[in-house]
């Protein structure tokens, strides 16, 4: 079959043209992404659907359940600028997977029976998190959350406990 010059370009535009109104629909759709934590050790799991920046009592109240100090099984008021880190995260991932939480709140005693903490650690603030990600790969779950500018970010690429640290202290890595 032949095509003239003119329906070549028609064709060649409508094509461009669908395929730029999919990357904006695709785009559009995680403006507000659904935010999902799941606890790797309880299996207590929560989801923020369409989060735009702010919370209900009760997605705040789910959020912190699941974020809770599973060995002491207590919860803590914990940060919920952390939820913006991971909605920030989806975002630039294109993806609303759940993230699987290994750590969030920590009381004291908890940290302080753990090896390799920080006697300082943040997770005693409510204000930290170890997580996983099935997409991105963990490396690149740390470049998106490092490029997000929101706190500190840690990558810890044990060979059987692969995680990243996000926390809303000061911006800085390691």
């Not at 929560?46 to 099984?73: M, P, Q, T």
């Not at 803590?76 to 995260?89: C, H, K, N, P, T």
């Not at 409510?126 to 490396?139: E, F, N, Q, S, W």
Request: some cysteine.
């Amino acid at each position: 079959m032949l095509f003239s010059r003119r329906s070549f370009l028609t064709s060649g535009t409508a094509a461009l043209g669908a395929a730029a109104a999919s990357t904006c629909l695709a785009s559009l759709a995680l403006t507000h992404p659904t935010v999902g934590l799941s606890c790797l050790h309880t299996g207590r799991s929560c989801a923020i659907h369409n989060y735009n920046g702010s919370l209900s009592s009760r997605e705040a109240k789910a959020f912190r359940s699941v974020a809770r100090d599973w060995r002491a099984n207590k919860v803590y008021g914990m940060d919920l600028r952390l939820v913006a880190i991971l909605a920030g995260i989806a975002r630039k991932a294109g993806t609303e997977d759940t993230y699987g939480l290994i750590s969030g709140y920590r009381t004291p005693r908890t940290n302080h029976s753990l090896t390799g903490t920080a006697s300082g650690s943040l997770h005693m603030k409510g204000v930290a998190m170890d997580i996983r990600h099935p997409r991105p790969l963990d490396r690149q779950l740390r470049d998106l959350a490092i490029s997000l500018r929101a706190g500190g970010v840690g990558y810890y690429p044990q060979k059987h406990n692969l995680f990243v640290h996000v926390d809303t202290g000061r911006v800085r890595y390691w």
